[in-house]
Each structure stands twice: as C-alpha cells, then as structure tokens.
C-alpha cells in the first residue's frame, strides 16, 4: 500500500474543520417566498464601520414569474439623504419614483449611507450588500447597473473603479472621481450628466472623467443640461431613454 503522508492529512483535517465552522452565507430565497414591491432591509456587516448598512429593496410584481434571472440596479443617494431616517432616501431617484407608482423591470437596491460617511469609503459596504442580494435572489449578474447622484455620484465612479468588472453599465450624474484611475473602466458603458450651471459639484469634475475615458479608448456618452444646476438627476431619471439605454448593455467579460 502506498505510504500516507501525515502531514497532508493533518492539513486536510484542518480545512474540513474550519469549513464545518464556518458560518453559512445567505441562502437563495424560493421565487415564491419573495415579498414584492418596496420596503426598508437592514444589512449587518462588518464592512462599515457603523456595523450594519439599511437599504431599500424593491422587487418587481411579477418576479415569481420570470423564467430568468432579473436585472439589478444599485442606486447612490446624495448628502443630504445620509443616516438616519432611512425615508429620506426615497427623495430622489429611482426609491422616489417607486413610492409615486412607477414600476421597473428591475431589482433595485437604494442604501442608504452611515452618518457622517461618505460613498467613496463605503465601497466595502456596497459590495457587501451587492454579494447580499445576488445570493438571496435571482439575479443577472451580467446586467448589474449603478447609478448615483451629487455624493452618490462620487460613489458612482469609486465603486466602479474599485470593481471594474462587476457593472454592465454605470450612470454618474453630478459627481466626481479620480480621471487617472479611469482606464480601468474603459471597457464599462457609461453615460455621465450633469448641470451646467452647477455651483455645487462644478461642470468641470465630470466634463475631467469623461476627457480621461476617451484618451483611454472609450467611448462614453455625456448630457450637460445648459440650463441646469445641482439637480442634473430628476431629469434623468424620468427620462425613458435614459433607462433602456442602462438595461440594454450587458457586462463584458
């Protein structure tokens, strides 16, 4: 018989052992079981330095009958909507829209950020949550989308930055990033917005990322709003072209 290395077996019974400790991630919950529509989650996490992260969760009516898996958009609040009160990040966007009626081919996650925080450190907090709900529902994760406003713009182009693989399409309205890290999104779909008379977040901070994207090789789309200040996003958001450009672009691998 062929001689057993010890040590081997001592290092595979310690990785069964450990494995066995460990704790279950979250679980698929059944089509059936899915509560639909709109409503307040909570997110415990280690992730953020608060512990936890609260969020909106909406799930369209007819989500048990889909044959396939559904598309997921992670919408960013701006600061004003920052915690507590989880209603105020109904205020604008996409949770705003739902409140008032408006349904959506889509899963989308509306977080809301910890108090005193802000989107670009959160990123551990977001995907986080993301790993959440892709595990828990059906979801194409081919066809994940991102969007945010003023700081959730900010967010925008942080969380994609740091997972440049993960988003079909990213949507940042008003914000600002870093233009020499945005190589590493040049092969991401995006469309950028904003005001033109913006006093808060200056034009200039996302006319910077787009110039950077295109000396990178691509080929985003950008909406300036002459007329606009601060609030680039309403008329985004209520534009239909604006989604089914987002929810026709698929990632790529």
């Given at each position: 018989m062929p001689?057993?290395?010890r040590?081997?077996?001592v290092?595979?019974?310690?990785?069964?052992?450990?494995?066995?400790?460990?704790?279950?991630?979250?679980?698929r919950?059944?089509?059936?079981?899915?509560?639909?529509?709109?409503?307040?989650?909570?997110?415990?996490?280690?992730?953020?330095?608060?512990?936890?992260?609260?969020?909106?969760?909406?799930?369209?009516?007819?989500?048990?009958k889909?044959?396939?898996?559904?598309?997921?958009?992670?919408?960013?609040?701006?600061?004003g909507?920052?915690?507590?009160?989880?209603?105020?990040?109904?205020?604008?966007?996409?949770?705003?829209?739902?409140?008032?009626g408006?349904?959506?081919?889509?899963?989308?996650?509306?977080?809301?950020?910890?108090?005193?925080?802000w989107?670009?450190?959160?990123?551990k907090a977001?995907?986080?949550?993301?790993?959440?709900?892709?595990?828990?529902y059906n979801?194409?994760?081919?066809?994940?989308?991102l969007?945010?406003?003023?700081?959730?713009?900010?967010g925008?182009?942080?969380?994609?930055?740091?997972?440049?693989?993960?988003?079909?399409?990213?949507?940042?309205?008003?914000?600002?990033?870093?233009?020499?890290?945005?190589?590493?999104?040049?092969?991401?779909?995006?469309?950028?917005?904003?005001?033109?008379?913006?006093?808060?977040?200056p034009?200039?901070?996302?006319?910077?990322?787009?110039?950077?994207?295109?000396?990178?090789g691509?080929?985003?789309?950008?909406t300036v709003?002459p007329?606009?200040?601060?609030?680039?996003?309403?008329a985004?958001?209520?534009n239909?072209?604006?989604?089914?450009?987002l929810?026709?672009?698929?990632?790529?691998?």
């Open positions: 001689r057993i290395n040590r081997l077996l290092g595979v019974a310690c990785l069964l052992a450990v494995a066995a400790g460990a704790p279950a991630g979250p679980k919950v059944p089509p059936a079981e899915v509560k639909t529509g709109q409503y307040a989650q909570v997110l415990e996490t280690e992730a953020t330095n608060v512990g936890r992260i609260e969020y909106w969760l909406y799930i369209p009516a007819d989500y048990a889909a044959k396939g898996p559904w598309p997921l958009v992670l919408f960013l609040h701006g600061l909507e920052r915690a507590p009160e989880i209603e105020k990040v109904k205020k604008h966007g996409p949770p705003k829209l739902i409140a008032r408006k349904p959506f081919p889509f899963i989308c996650i509306s977080p809301q950020c910890p108090a005193k925080s989107w670009p450190t959160e990123t977001l995907v986080a949550l993301l790993d959440e709900i892709e595990a828990k979801v194409d994760k081919d066809r994940v989308y969007t945010g406003l003023s700081m959730g713009g900010f925008t182009w942080a969380l994609a930055l740091d997972q440049p693989r993960r988003f079909a399409a990213i949507a940042p309205i008003c914000g600002k990033g870093d233009p020499g890290k945005v190589a590493r999104i040049k092969h991401v779909p995006t469309w950028v917005f904003h005001g033109a008379k913006d006093q808060t977040v034009l200039k901070a996302s006319e910077e990322m787009v110039e950077a994207l295109k000396a990178a691509a080929t985003p789309k950008f709003y007329d606009a200040g601060h609030n680039s996003w309403t985004t958001y209520s239909p072209d604006f989604w089914k450009w929810l026709a672009q698929r990632r790529k691998k």
